[in-house]
């Protein structure tokens, strides 16, 4: 199976193989509840308005056995019930570090997630907020296209 995905402006594996490897390797060096890992990067491709990271991570997400609603409500996510307690304090810390021009990271928001990780998953939450991000704005810049991606296409998520 081909892990080729069209892009409009420039292919990154293509151009520059040994940043994009490295990316792949710091992208897997994250240790975070794969579930939770997910409701993040979708959260911020939703803020980001990345469109091959939102197919890519919902797909994803479904394929492991995450409901639809659970996901179509994520943009909502203060307003449904459908997410715990420490699922809530990991997408507030992950809106306030992708929206960071707004006013940081608040020492409230920061306490709510130290009540649900403690220091380790704290530091692999800040992570894959960092590395998703990242391709976010990788994906956005290089016009990477939606629709192409395949669950487990690049041996992981």
Same mark, same amino acid.
């Given at each position: 199976?081909?892990?080729?995905?069209?892009?409009?402006?420039?292919?990154?594996?293509?151009?520059?193989?040994?940043?994009?490897?490295?990316?792949?390797?710091?992208?897997?060096?994250?240790?975070?509840?794969?579930?939770?890992?997910? &409701?993040?990067?979708?959260? !911020?491709?939703?803020?980001?308005?990345?469109?091959?990271?939102? @197919?890519?991570? #919902?797909?994803? =997400? %479904?394929?492991?056995?995450?409901?639809?609603?659970?996901?179509?409500?994520?943009?909502?996510?203060?307003?449904?019930?459908?997410?715990?307690?420490?699922?809530?304090?990991? &997408?507030?810390?992950?809106? !306030?570090?992708?929206?960071?021009?707004?006013?940081?990271?608040? @020492?409230?928001? #920061?306490?709510? =997630? %130290?009540?649900?990780?403690?220091?380790?998953?704290?530091?692999?939450?800040?992570?894959?907020?960092?590395?998703?991000?990242?391709?976010?704005?990788?994906?956005?810049?290089?016009?990477?296209?939606?629709?192409?991606?395949?669950?487990?296409?690049?041996?992981?998520?």
């Amino acid at each position: 199976m081909s892990t080729s995905i069209p892009a409009h402006r420039m292919s990154l594996p293509d151009q520059a193989p040994r940043q994009y490897a490295a990316m792949l390797r710091f992208s897997q060096s994250v240790q975070l509840d794969h579930g939770l890992r997910l &409701l993040i990067e979708i959260r !911020a491709s939703q803020i980001n308005g990345c469109a091959f990271c939102l @197919d890519m991570h #919902w797909k994803d =997400a %479904r394929a492991a056995g995450e409901s639809e609603e659970r996901l179509y409500m994520l943009s909502a996510w203060r307003e449904s019930p459908l997410y715990s307690d420490a699922e809530r304090a990991a &997408l507030e810390l992950c809106e !306030a570090v992708t929206l960071l021009a707004s006013g940081g990271v608040p @020492d409230e928001i #920061w306490e709510r =997630a %130290r009540e649900h990780f403690d220091d380790d998953e704290l530091a692999q939450l800040l992570f894959g907020i960092t590395v998703i991000n990242s391709w976010n704005r990788l994906m956005l810049s290089t016009g990477t296209e939606p629709g192409h991606y395949t669950p487990g296409m690049f041996g992981g998520s």
